[in-house]
């Protein structure tokens, strides 16, 4: 019954009147299945690719960062988020199939760079992966030989604490903040927000 960014978007509600406190510092602006139905209604809009950039530039002054989640997928959607940010963070599990899938994620980023004239960071997340696995081992060496540039440094091993965290619905701290998953996530912010 919430907001949502769905009524951001489609139904020019302000974005400040979905944005909800759900942590000391930390605003949330709910989705919810109503974006697996975005595409049409956006696709109408005038200006769409516009609508997400134009609607966070209201609010970005007063944050230190905006991080959005958005599915893998082509969309016009994914278009606006991508118009609307600095730095695009990838992951991509360490498998041959995700690591085949990388090649077409860049030229769809340098596709959009192009028509947006717009620069973008991307930083590629080696995902899933297991030391126990040659294949896995492998792709990360691919990932690093062909896309060195844009990978991190940290990579985030297949974890049962992380899976538990998503079925509990809480942080990989809260189920076991000396873990792998738990030290993996910290490695990688640490990464991402201060070097």
Not at 130 to 141: A, H, K, T, W
């Amino acid at each position: 019954e919430l907001p949502t960014i769905y009524d951001v978007l489609i139904n020019d509600l302000p974005i400040q009147d979905a944005v909800i406190n759900v942590a000391p510092g930390l605003d949330l602006i709910p989705a919810n299945l109503g974006l697996c139905t975005i595409e049409i209604p956006l696709n109408q809009k005038p200006r769409r690719e516009y609508r997400l950039p134009e609607a966070i530039a209201k609010i970005a002054g007063q944050y230190d960062l905006i991080v959005a989640d958005t599915n893998p997928a082509a969309s016009i959607l994914n278009s606006s988020m991508l118009v609307a940010a600095d730095l695009v963070n990838v992951v991509c599990a360490t498998n041959p199939l995700s690591f085949h899938g990388m090649s077409l994620v860049m030229a769809t980023i340098e596709e959009m760079e192009k028509e947006f004239s717009k620069q973008l960071e991307v930083r590629i997340i080696p995902n899933m992966y297991d030391n126990r696995e040659v294949i896995s081992q492998e792709v990360l060496g691919e990932l690093k030989s062909q896309f060195g540039d844009h990978c991190t440094q940290a990579v985030i091993s297949r974890s049962a604490d992380l899976n538990e965290a998503t079925k509990r619905r809480t942080t990989v701290w809260e189920v076991n903040s000396r873990g792998t998953g738990a030290q993996d996530i910290g490695s990688l912010t640490n990464e991402l927000l201060f070097s």
